[in-house]
């Protein structure tokens, strides 16, 4: 990988970053308008994607940021409100970033038009409506005296020219509206003023000055020795130069006062008498931010390539696999000299396999952050009233499953959004509220991690759904009513009567259950009329080493995941009964299907008094695995199976033993419900 390959990933990642934080911050802004904190979070955000982009070269994505920043400046000094329009101006603005960061990330060289965008913000910050009036005069309400950032350092600079004799103005000029060259119109006249002063501060930004982005009033501070008549008088005599207001300035306190100063400013803001407490004061503030500066940077994380990751995961991976040989070899030549080092190794090792997957496991809140901002977005679009609620985002995953879960999660969402919650009209004659919820809630069980996505729509109609698979052509006799429900993950399966932008071409569903099958997971439906559905998801929590409990079914070693192992049982050949043509298991007064491992792989049972049952859970069941013998726990590294063998469902993976054998890693959730599904249990 070349520099500017380099380069160009670790701009994609911070864009993403931020472009991430912008959405989240905007819809907080959106709930509670009044925190002005908010924007300060988001102007380090824009600010930080404008100097990244213009360090690159990318000047549209830069240019964009740029009057974004404008906006953030007016809501942060109250000049606007964070109203229904602005927000949605700036989710526009932010949309817009993230097209011109995937037009980078693909290299696609076609120019994004933003001239309208332009136009928006610049309407915004000039106080115009977005149908702008001709007639422009001396009251519009920006062609004021008011200045929005003026900082300590000014006020400062100001009382000691006073001191020294010198007079300081306010001015606030308007260019003609029809000047061709308004950037020029504000050189000449800060120029000539600069003849017989100094200009302490201009508003807008110099860059927004030169970029002619400031409609037609700008401001500044002046310091001359020159009367409030001269000063004016050079201002205004220069070409297409409208108008001049201008006002000197004899209190420095009440320059500070009628200033529209955001609410943390205003309690910054400290003015005292003597010049020896001012300068104490910003020397505090100076000291206070080379702290908070030293704390940023002593930030110790690092990013690392994913792909470097998987290469320390397979090196653990193997160290496994030869420490499990060496203890084999150990255990035959019966030496106990290397029981020590054999030792150390196994707690090294097993540091080591903790760290990697700590380093791996990342939350699934990672994916879920984009979720807020899409409901939104979809109310919107679907004139519906719905919230999402996000339940256990702290959940850990392995990283290679959190990067794919993304898409399958969003055609659920979209699904729920569109299929699931009723209009508001609806909802409430069935006595529903208006404003429907949908949910994810995400946890851990075992060695899993189980995701639903849930609405409190109405929920999937079975005769609805039996009707529409009969159109397409698929069977459905014999189909209970759980049974038709799952049939919408049957490719090409829809129930929507027309095509929208959301959903209803048949595509979506079964993409969900492939990509969910393709990471070693499962998805099930469970859905009621008029209250709802829940799509459960089960993941699996790491694709590289689990602990394992390696088992005998016949003269077969297998190995199953330790963490669904709920306990084992060496029961009495009384104890499991006959009920209806199956075997069940008493426990703890519920009748537990057994299911005899021999029978499902159709391997001979070995004869003797060895069975053992294993109780594992499977979401809200309970099942009683038969073995015919009970090895001993150890940790294995698992290894996919690969293409060529996918079809084998009820096998997570397999494994390479200390003796250089290969056992068969049991998937157990695909057991239980296909054998399930064979037997009809209900528990």
Known sequence: ????????????????????????????????????????????????????????????????????????????????????????????????????????????????????????????VNGEDETPTVEVDETDERFNL???????????????ALENGFNAYRLAVKVAEDSSMKNARVFLVMSKLEQQGDV??????????????????????????SDEETVKNLALDNSEIDDVLIETIKDVQALINTNRLAPEEKKEEVVVAEKEQINEVVSEKNKSAAKTSQKQAMNHSVRVDIDKLDTFMNLVSELVIYRTQLEDFSTQLQSTGLNEPLEQVARISSELQELVLKIRMQPVSAVMSRFPRMVRDLANDLNKEFELVIEGEDTELDRTVVSELGEPLIHLIRNAADHGIEMPSKRLELGKPAKG????????????????????????????????AGRKGIPTEGLNDKELQ???????????????????????MDVVKQKINLLGGTIEIDSVIDRGTIFRVNLPLTLSIIQSLLIKVGEETFAMPLGIVQKIIKPAAAEIIQVHNREVFLFEEQALPVIRLNEVFDIPAIEGDNLHLILVNQGDKQYALAVDDIIRQQEIAIKKLGTELSMMKKYLGATIMGNGGIIMILDIASICKETGQENNYEL
């Open 1 to 124: 990988m070349d520099e500017n390959s380099k380069y160009l990933e670790l701009f994609f990642e911070e864009a993403d970053e931020h472009l991430q934080s912008l959405n989240e911050q905007v819809l907080e802004l959106e709930k509670h308008p009044e925190q002005s904190g908010i924007v300060d979070v988001m102007f380090r955000s824009a600010h930080t994607i404008k100097g990244m982009a213009a360090t690159m070269g990318f000047d549209t994505m830069a240019k964009l940021t740029h009057n974004m920043e404008n906006i953030f400046d007016l809501l942060k000094s109250d000049v606007i409100q964070a109203d229904e329009k602005s927000i949605a101006l700036i989710f526009d603005c932010l949309d817009t970033l993230s097209e011109l960061v995937e037009d980078l990330r693909e290299d696609n060289k076609v120019e994004r038009d933003i001239s309208l965008l332009l136009e928006q913000l610049n309407m915004v």
């Open 486 to 508: 799952q049939l919408i993950l049957h490719a090409g399966f829809s129930t929507a009567e027309e095509v929208t932008s959301i959903s209803g071409r048949g595509v979506g």
């Open 437 to 468: 919820q949908i949910k994810i809630t995400a946890y851990q069980e075992g060695n899993r991690v189980v995701l639903t996505v849930s609405d409190d729509g109405k929920g999937l109609n079975p005769a609805v759904i039996k009707e529409s």
């Open 146 to 160: 008011t200045l929005h950032k003026l900082e300590d350092s000014d006020t400062q600079v100001i009382e000691n």
């Open 200 to 225: 302490l501060y201009v508003e807008p930004a110099t860059e927004v000055l030169e970029n002619e982005e400031f409609g037609e009033v700008f401001k500044l501070l002046f310091l001359s020795k």
